[in-house]
């Protein structure tokens, strides 16, 4: 994604860099190992923002530049501050942060979100893990 001026890899280079400069990691992790199991070993976690170890499964590139660049045009309540990023930053961030995870496509997903017996699980799945709490989520 980057802005034609830099290759690919410059631009990932630099997202790497820009996310520590600007302080991403104080709140964001990159580790593979999940918050509570470091907790459980140490009895310290830093748990309170999305761990970003394989993002790029989770989101498009697109979303994930918008996000970066402002996160309250997508969710108004939400506590992650505006990074007060120009464009092109946004950009390398983004392009560093889409080495993390490789997409994955899933055959049959579309069947998946409309069976009534997964709708179920799924619901259970955000009240037990509270998603409510951080994400507007209708109903909840």
Request: one cysteine or more; glycine letters at 10%; a negative charge.
């Amino acid at each position: 994604m980057p802005d034609g001026t830099m290759d690919q890899e410059e631009a990932q280079e630099k997202g790497k860099a820009l996310i520590e400069v600007i302080g991403c990691r104080g709140c964001h992790k990159l580790e593979e190992t999940p918050a509570w199991k470091l907790a459980a070993e140490d009895g310290v976690a830093r748990d309170f923002a999305s761990n970003l170890y394989q993002v790029a499964n989770k989101v498009k590139d697109g979303w994930l530049f918008n996000w970066v660049q402002n996160p309250g045009q997508y969710l108004p309540k939400t506590r992650m501050p505006s990074p007060r990023l120009i464009p092109e930053e946004a950009q390398i961030i983004t392009a560093y942060l889409m080495t993390l995870g490789e997409k994955e496509e899933e055959s049959g997903i579309e069947d998946q979100l409309r069976d009534k017996g997964l709708i179920e699980q799924g619901k259970k799945l955000v009240i037990d893990y509270g998603c409510y709490g951080c994400h507007d989520i209708k109903g909840m």
